[in-house]
């Protein structure tokens, strides 16, 4: 017997199941995928509880990627680097930690034709900023410029970077101008624009981009943010966060699966389900 599950706490809203689900009926799989709550603290009763009850590798969210690290018998790279953990298998009484959410991005970035990049400007430096930096810091960028409201969480993001690529900066809109002015792709990692979060006051600074450059959302919720739907007006090429979910979730499934996955075929079933939901 063998299950799948997302744990976090909030977990309920998650799209995890929909996803996993699509592509496990996609390949003819009979295992099942569940939301399960997880409250932080109790990482400790869920293993002792998953073990028993057959689950071989869950997702985490939040609050779990970080805390979840030292409970594991191995750390895979990205999951190190990032200090945070997104999907664990549990294999011949092992506990593997990975993270995809890097890994996810450059490959929605590479589909979306905007990668490789060489000067990148990043907005934010919480958990997905940090994850997406680090990975394209170390799959070939020259400069990534991280820009955040709370200028020391750049700084401390930046310092993990082994390559030295990774560049703090403040998020005035004028210093924004100033870097977007060189950029090849625009990233925004913050949480403005999502549905029911903040707005970017000044969008302005868009209009600094060069015309080649893409600008990537990491939000899906509203599918077209304010700042994709100024960047198109303007026309550049955009791509929201969508691809990237998707993507994140076929790299967890074939850790689970332990073999590769056609992306293209997985991620066809995934967007029909979630169109069908
Ligand atoms: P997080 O750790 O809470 O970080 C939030 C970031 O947004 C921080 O950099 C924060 O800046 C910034 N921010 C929030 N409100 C702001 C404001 N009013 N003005 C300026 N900056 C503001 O969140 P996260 O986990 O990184 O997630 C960020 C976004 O990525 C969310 O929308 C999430 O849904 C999305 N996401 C998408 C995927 C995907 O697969 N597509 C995966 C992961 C996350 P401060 O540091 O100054 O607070």
């Known amino acids: ?68 690290i030292p409970l594991l018998d191995e750390v895979d790279g990205d999951a190190a680097l990032f200090g945070a953990v997104n999907t664990v298998v549990m294999r011949n009484g092992r506990k593997i930690g990975y993270n995809t959410d890097g890994v996810g ?7 979306a034709g905007m990668w490789p990049a060489e000067r990148v400007v990043l907005l934010g430096a919480g958990g997905a900023a940090r994850a997406v930096a680090l990975k394209l810091a170390g799959s070939g960028a020259k400069t990534v410029y991280v820009c955040n409201r709370t200028v020391e969480k750049a700084e401390e993001l930046c310092e993990a970077d082994p390559n030295g690529v990774l560049k703090s900066a403040g998020f005035a809109p004028e210093a924004l101008a100033g870097l977007c002015g060189s950029a090849d792709v625009l990233i ?7 549905a029911g979060c903040e707005q970017f006051e000044d969008l302005g600074f868009l209009e600094a981009l060069p015309s080649h450059a893409g600008m990537f959302d990491l939000i899906y919720h509203p599918e077209k943010t304010e700042l994709l739907s100024r960047g198109e007006r303007l026309g550049h090429r955009v791509c929201n966060g969508l691809p990237m979910l998707i993507h994140q979730a076929i790299f967890a499934l074939e850790y689970f699966l332990d073999r590769p996955l056609d992306h293209g075929e997985m991620g066809e079933a995934v967007r029909d389900a979630l169109k069908n939901r």
């Not at 909030?10 to 689900?21: A, E, N, T």
């Not at 991005?105 to 589909?111: F, Y």
């Not at 925004?188 to 999502?194: A, P, R």
Request: glycine share 10%; hydrophobic share 45%.
């Open 105 to 111: 991005c450059l490959a929605a970035l590479e589909e």
């Open 1 to 68: 017997m063998s299950a799948l599950q997302v744990i976090g706490d909030p977990v309920l809203h998650s799209l995890s199941p929909v996803i996993h689900g699509a592509m496990l009926k996609r390949l003819g799989l009979d295992i099942p995928y569940t939301a399960h709550v997880v409250k932080r603290g109790e990482l400790g009763e869920y293993f002792a509880w998953a073990e028993k009850n057959g689950v071989t590798g869950f997702n985490a969210t939040m609050p779990h990627k970080q805390d979840l």
């Open 188 to 194: 925004n990692c913050t949480n403005l624009g999502m």
